[in-house]
């Protein structure tokens, strides 16, 4: 018999000046972690990470809309969480480039309250929310 992995779920706003949608009776993913109306980063191949936001999922796949307004399916394995708890200085991330639409890599060079200041190299150092940073293996 096939697992149910959706379930309802109660979202907790992150920080109150981060900006996520309230979704009514949100649906949440346990098999993977994600919920509708969580802003992700999506892999679109090597070095390339895009800002988008779950709106549905669809069996093994989830529904996105990108910053841009694009929509389309993505599968789970090629979404990562905006939610990286152990950053430390001279850390590599990937942070959100100041268009607000891709990720570049950097470094964390001072940690504040609820941001960090990102190193970009070959660009001016950009202040990131710490939901919109996420650090890869590699």
């Given at each position: 018999a096939e697992e149910d992995t959706l379930s309802k779920a109660v979202v907790v706003k992150p920080n109150e000046n981060e900006v996520i949608p309230e979704v009514e009776d949100p649906i949440i993913d346990t098999l993977n972690g994600f919920y509708e109306g969580e802003y992700v980063a999506v892999n679109h191949g090597a070095d390339s990470w895009y800002l988008a936001q779950i709106i549905a999922f669809d069996g093994g796949k989830t529904n996105l809309r990108y910053m841009d307004g694009?929509?389309?399916?993505k599968d789970f394995v090629e979404l990562m969480k905006l939610d990286t708890v152990d950053i430390q200085k001279n850390d590599r991330v990937w942070a959100l480039f100041g268009d607000g639409i891709r990720f570049r890599q950097g470094m964390i060079g001072d940690i504040e309250e609820d941001s960090v200041i990102v190193k970009f190299e070959g660009f001016e150092d950009d202040k990131v929310h710490f939901?919109?940073?996420f650090k890869t293996e590699d």
């Open positions: 694009d929509v389309n399916s939901l919109r940073i």
